[in-house]
Nanobody, 124 residues
Framework: QVQLVESGGGLVQAGGSLRLSCAAS????????MGWYRQASGKQRELVAT???????DYADSVKGRFTISRDNAKNTWYLQMNSLKPEDTAVYYC??????????????????WGRGTQVTVSS
């Protein structure tokens, strides 16, 4: 009953910028942690950035200083601003969240949820 939907991917030249968005919907009680992962062709999925509901952030070394994660708690939405993009940033980007959701009238459950992914392609 919880869905994550990404938007904002596309094709950009090296040095350019893109902004990804992830909107969570459904029977949400609380979003505990929000994040972005990416998976390049032939490689394992890797963590890009995370942000807590309190605003604490963490980044992969490869994107520090270039990417910024932010969130709008009121809209259950978070963002990934990607600047100075490089060809090696090309990947499918997935949003992820640790969410406590309502289950029935008096029950809640905490779980991890994924979006379907959005393609980011950086040309050289």
């Amino acid at each position: 009953q919880v869905q994550l939907v990404e938007s904002g991917g596309g094709l950009v030249q090296a040095g350019g910028s893109l902004r990804l968005s992830c909107a969570a919907s459904g029977s949400i009680f609380r979003i505990n942690l929000m994040g972005w992962y990416r998976q390049a062709s032939g490689k394992q999925r890797e963590l890009v950035a995370t942000i807590t509901s309190g605003g604490s952030t963490d980044y992969a070394d490869s994107v520090k200083g270039r990417f910024t994660i932010s969130r709008d708690n009121a809209k259950n939405t978070w963002y990934l601003q990607m600047n100075s993009l490089k060809p090696e940033d090309t990947a499918v980007y997935y949003c992820n969240a640790d969410i406590t959701a309502f289950r029935g009238t008096n029950s809640r459950a905490r779980d991890h949820y994924w979006g379907r992914g959005t393609q980011v392609t950086v040309s050289s």
